[in-house]
């Protein structure tokens, strides 16, 4: 490739196999011969597991505050409540796997409450199989064969290690089901626990708590649909359950660090940043 050439791709598929129980998604994303930039890693309803193809991945801000910047080959980030910012030198690429928390136990050995808020070596959890899954990740020939290794290697890291309580897999999937727009108060009654009690053994497996685990799930549906071109930014707040613009406005920045304008202007070129599909959530 000549210094002129400019490489964008992407791809995006649902896992395949036993990985199907473990992530909702992979992408995989490669760019080449553009400006510097940096993207925004945004708060999400799913942990963040990278591995990288070529250059590592410089997260220079961290949801953790206090921390300096930080390089990875591969990562595993928690559930957040504030962005990463992520520089890059003109290039990028990798694959993106969007685990879903209450699988941490299986997959990675710790709840995800324990990742809250960080972003570690993946190998620091998944020991050699994240070396296993970039070599043969880099020696795969396209999207697809990239994938395929993941289907392949990352179920072997699974193991029997508990699992969440079956009320606190209930008022997750209530709360995405309704897309974060289900009482806290509600969320209790319908699993017959406190709403004290839900909040620490909802917190222990997933990082948040309800009402932030909510809070979350609207966003996401939000900036999605603003990433893939949803319209005016009043509707958006209508269809995701926001009291109106201001208050999408409000968030955007309290969870983006940045107003949505803004952050649609920045990612626009950004392959990361591309939506899952509405549906999915």
Not at 68 to 89: C, E, K, M, N, S
Request: hydrophobic share 45%; charged share 20%.
């Amino acid at each position: 490739m000549d210094g002129t050439s400019v490489v964008d791709e992407s791809a995006r598929v649902r896992p395949a196999g036993p990985m199907a129980g473990y992530a909702a998604w992979y992408t995989g994303y490669r760019q080449a011969g553009l400006a510097p930039g940096r993207h925004r890693g945004l708060p999400s309803p799913f942990l963040t597991l990278i591995f990288t193809l070529d250059d590592p991945l410089t997260v220079s801000v961290h949801p953790e505050p206090g921390r300096g910047p930080a390089q990875y080959d591969a990562l595993v980030g928690g559930l957040h409540t504030a962005p990463a910012v992520i520089t890059h030198p003109g290039r990028q690429s990798g694959v993106q796997v969007g685990l879903d928390p209450l699988a941490a136990r299986a997959l990675l050995g710790v709840p995800a409450g324990e990742l809250a808020g960080l972003d570690l070596p993946a190998e620091a959890l998944l020991g050699p199989v994240a070396a296993e899954v970039r070599e043969r990740m880099l020696a795969a020939a396209d999207w697809p064969g990239r994938f395929a290794v993941l289907d392949d290697v990352l179920p072997r890291a699974a193991g029997p290690r508990g699992a969440p309580p079956p009320e606190v897999r209930e008022t997750w999937r209530l709360l995405r089901a309704s897309r974060g727009r289900v009482p806290v108060s509600a969320l209790a009654a319908e699993v017959g626990w406190s709403e004290r009690h839900l909040a620490a053994r909802f917190r222990t497996e997933t990082g948040l708590s309800p009402k932030a685990a909510a809070r979350v799930v609207r966003f996401d549906r939000a900036r999605r649909l603003a990433a893939a071109g949803g319209g005016r930014l009043a509707d958006l707040a209508a269809a995701c359950g926001y009291f109106d613009q201001a208050h999408l406005a409000r968030e955007f920045r309290a969870l983006a660090g940045v107003a949505p304008s803004v952050w649609r202007a920045e990612e626009f070129r950004n392959v990361q940043a591309a939506p899952v599909p509405v549906g999915a959530v």
